[in-house]
C-alpha cells in the first residue's frame, strides 16, 4: 500500500494530517482573534496587567475588527481561484500556511506598522489555506463515498479543537508576558501546522494537485468569457452598470473601503448572474436562486454569531463579573466556551437530526439553517438579561454569557456543516469550488455587519443592541420557516432521495 492509501479508524490518513494542519492554523486564527479587540482598546499607557494597547475607542476597534474578520473570509473567492486556476489546492494551503508564520510572526513586533502589516499577512494567509483545505477534505473521497460527512465532521472538530486550546491558554499567556506574546504564541503554532503539513504530504499525494486546464473541457470555467459575454446580456449588464455607479457613490459618501467592497461585489454579483445564466436547466437554475436566498440566512447568522470575538468579548472583559473560587477568569477564555462546546455536542445535535429524519419530520438543511437562526437568536435573550442586570448592579453574572454562548453553538451546529453540505448537493460540481468560496465570503460579510452592529452599542447601549438582534434574527428565522414550503420546491428534491448512513 503506497502512503497515501493507508488508513487509520477507517479514514485516509491524509484527513489526519488536514486535520492537525487546520487545527494549528485555526489556533493561531481564533487565538489572535480573541486578543484583538482587547489589545485595541487597551490603556497605551500599560496600566493593563497585559501591557500596553493601542488605546482606540471601542467604536473604532469594532470597526476594525469588523473588516479584519470580513476579509479574512471574503479574500477565499480569490483564493479558491488561485488554487484552481493556477497552482492547485495543495500548494495554495503551503503558501497560506507560510504566509501566516509571516503575519503572526510580524505581529510580535509592537509598532504600527507591524500591527497592520501583520492583519495584512494574516488575511492573505487564510485566503489562501481556509477554502483550499476544505476542498481537498472533500479531495480525499471519491464520488458517492459514504465516509464524506463524516470526515467532514471529524475536520470540523479539529477547527474547534484549535480554537478551543487558542482561547484556554492564550488568555493565560498574556496575562503573563503581554499582548505580543500572545500574538507571538499563534506564530509559532502556525510553524507548527506547516511542519506537520510538509510532513504529511506523502499522504497526500493524491490530492490539490494542479490541474492544467484542458482546452474546451466543458468543466473547466473560464471566468475571462463569463464575463466576456456580460456584454452580450443586455439586462445583466445595465444591472451591472447600476451596482458600479452605487460603488463610486458609495467610495464617495462612505470610505473607501466600502467603495472598494462595493466594487469587489459587483464583480461578483455579476459573474453569479452570468452562472445563472449558463446553467443549462431550469432545475440547476432553481436550484442556484435557493442556494443564494440561503445565503441571506448566512449573513444574518453570522452578523449576529460573529459578535462573540467583538462586542461581547469586549463586554466580557468591562461588564461581567468573571471571580469565580477567588480566581479571576481571563476574558479570552470565554471564547472558549463556543468551541468547547461544538465538541461536547456536536454529534448530539447530528443524531437529534437524523434521528428525526428517520421519523419522517422536517429536517431539509433549509429547515435547519432557519431554525439555526432563531435559536442563536435566543442566545441574545441572555444578554438582554445581563445586560438589564449590569444596568441595576454595576456588573453582570457569567451564568448568561455561558447560556448565550451555548444557545450560539447549538445553533451555529444547525447551520453551518450542514450549509457547507447544503452547497455541495445544490451547485453542478464545476461551480463547487467557487460556491465554497461565496459562501465563506457570506460569512465574512455577516463579520462585518456584526462589526457594524457592535459599534452602534456605542450609541445605542448593549441593552437595545442586544435587544435588537434578538428580534430581528427571531424574525428573519420565522419568515424563512414561512416560505419553506416554495424554497423546497425549488429544491426539486435535492435532499429527497438521501439515506442516512452511520
Ligand atoms: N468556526 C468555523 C471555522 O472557523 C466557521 C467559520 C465561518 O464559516 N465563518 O471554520
Same mark, same amino acid.
Given at each position: 500500500l503506497k502512503p497515501h492509501q493507508k488508513e487509520l479508524f477507517g479514514q485516509p490518513i491524509g484527513l489526519y494530517i488536514l486535520f492537525l494542519t487546520e487545527m494549528w492554523e485555526r489556533f493561531s486564527y481564533y487565538g489572535m482573534r480573541a486578543l484583538l479587540v482587547l489589545y485595541m482598546t487597551s490603556?497605551?499607557? =500599560?496600566?493593563?496587567p497585559r501591557g500596553a494597547g493601542l488605546g482606540w475607542t471601542s467604536k473604532e476597534a469594532l470597526a476594525l475588527y469588523g473588516w479584519y474578520t470580513m476579509l479574512v473570509y471574503v479574500m477565499s473567492i480569490p483564493g479558491g481561484m488561485i488554487a484552481d486556476?493556477?497552482? =492547485? *489546492?495543495k500548494k495554495a494551503v503551503l503558501y497560506g500556511a507560510i504566509i501566516l508564520c509571516l503575519g503572526h510572526g510580524v505581529l510580535v513586533m509592537t509598532d504600527i506598522w507591524a500591527f497592520y502589516t501583520g492583519l495584512g499577512l494574516v488575511i492573505l494567509g487564510v485566503g489562501l489555506l481556509k477554502p483550499n483545505i476544505s476542498t481537498m477534505v472533500g479531495g480525499l473521497?471519491?464520488? =458517492? &463515498?459514504?465516509?464524506r460527512d463524516k470526515g467532514f465532521s471529524i475536520f470540523y472538530i479539529g477547527i474547534n479543537l484549535g480554537s478551543l486550546l487558542a482561547t484556554m491558554i492564550v488568555g493565560l499567556v498574556v496575562l503573563k508576558w503581554g499582548w505580543h506574546a500572545g500574538f507571538g504564541l499563534a506564530g509559532i503554532v502556525m510553524l507548527l501546522g506547516l511542519m506537520n503539513y510538509l510532513y504529511g504530504q506523502k499522504y497526500l499525494t493524491q490530492v490539490g494537485n494542479f490541474v492544467p486546464p484542458k482546452k474546451d473541457d466543458p468543466n473547466e470555467i473560464s471566468y475571462g468569457k463569463l464575463y466576456g459575454k456580460l456584454f452580450k446580456s443586455p439586462t445583466q449588464l445595465v444591472f451591472t452598470i447600476i451596482l458600479l455607479i452605487a460603488s463610486v457613490w458609495g467610495w464617495y459618501t462612505l470610505e473607501w473601503g466600502y467603495g472598494l467592497l462595493f466594487i469587489f461585489l459587483t464583480a461578483v454579483v455579476s459573474l453569479l448572474m452570468m452562472i445563472y445564466k449558463e446553467l443549462d436547466s431550469q432545475i440547476y437554475k432553481d436550484r442556484f436562486m435557493v442556494l443564494l436566498l440561503s445565503f441571506i440566512m448566512v449573513i444574518v447568522f453570522w452578523g449576529a454569531f460573529e *459578535?462573540? =470575538?467583538g462586542l461581547m468579548n469586549l463586554y466580557t472583559d468591562?461588564?461581567? &463579573?468573571?471571580?469565580l473560587f477567588g480566581w479571576t477568569i481571563p476574558?479570552?477564555?470565554?471564547?472558549s466556551l463556543n468551541a468547547g462546546f461544538i465538541i461536547l455536542f456536536a454529534t448530539a445535535v447530528a443524531s437529534f437530526w437524523a434521528k428525526r429524519k428517520l421519523k419522517g419530520k422536517e429536517g431539509s438543511s433549509l429547515f435547519k439553517m432557519a431554525l439555526g437562526i432563531i435559536i442563536m437568536g435566543f442566545g441574545f435573550l441572555f444578554m438582554v438579561f445581563a445586560a438589564m442586570e449590569y444596568e441595576k448592579s454595576g456588573t453582570s453574572s457569567m451564568i448568561w454569557l455561558v447560556l448565550a454562548y451555548l444557545f450560539h453553538t447549538i445553533g451555529e451546529l444547525c447551520l453551518s456543516p450542514v450549509a457547507l453540505s447544503f452547497i455541495t448537493k445544490l451547485t453542478p460540481v464545476k461551480y463547487a469550488s467557487l460556491m465554497m468560496g461565496v459562501y465563506f465570503a457570506a460569512t465574512g460579510l455577516g463579520s462585518k455587519v456584526a462589526g457594524i452592529v457592535g459599534e452602534a452599542a456605542s450609541d445605542f447601549g448593549e441593552y437595545t443592541i442586544f435587544l435588537g438582534i434578538l428580534i430581528f434574527t427571531v424574525i428573519v428565522g420565522t419568515l424563512f420557516i414561512l416560505i419553506l414550503k416554495p424554497l423546497k420546491r425549488l429544491t426539486?428534491?435535492?435532499? &429527497?432521495?438521501?439515506r442516512i448512513m452511520h
Open positions: 490603556s497605551t499607557l =500599560g496600566t493593563d486556476k493556477l497552482i =492547485g *489546492q473521497y471519491k464520488e =458517492g &463515498d459514504i465516509r *459578535q462573540a =470575538g468591562t461588564k461581567i &463579573d468573571r471571580e476574558t479570552v477564555m470565554f471564547q426539486h428534491g435535492a435532499e &429527497d432521495n438521501e
